[in-house]
């Protein structure tokens, strides 16, 4: 199970952020909220993208679609966020090209 789809990591989200730059441990979430709390990385599903999904969704089954008949669905938008605060707190250095690729760099 991925560490941030527990609701006790959730709770405690801060102090792990501050644990693991404390003692200089590189991590990546799952999602952009660790992120943009101060965590270092995070690649994962695009949650606005999901729900959007999930909008259209729940429009086909008030407009009579059956769920039992809707495909099954999964992420295809996926978002890689660096936050350059907390990679310089820890000592590291992102390559540009990584830093390229990112969906947004936070500074």
Do not use: C
Request: hydrophobic share 40%; net charge positive; proline share 6%.
């Amino acid at each position: 199970m991925p560490m941030t789809s527990n609701v006790l990591y959730y709770v405690y989200r801060q102090k792990i952020i501050d644990l693991a730059s404390t003692h200089r441990v590189s991590v990546i979430y799952e999602t952009r909220s660790w992120v943009d709390a101060g965590g270092l990385m995070s690649y994962g599903h695009d949650v606005s993208d999901l729900s959007r999904r999930a909008a259209v969704y729940v429009d086909k089954i008030f407009r009579g679609a059956k769920p039992g008949d809707l495909p099954i669905q999964r992420p295809t938008k996926f978002e890689l966020i660096i936050n350059l605060k907390a990679v310089r707190a820890i000592g590291l250095t992102i390559p540009p090209s990584l830093l390229a690729r990112a969906d947004q760099v936070i500074e």
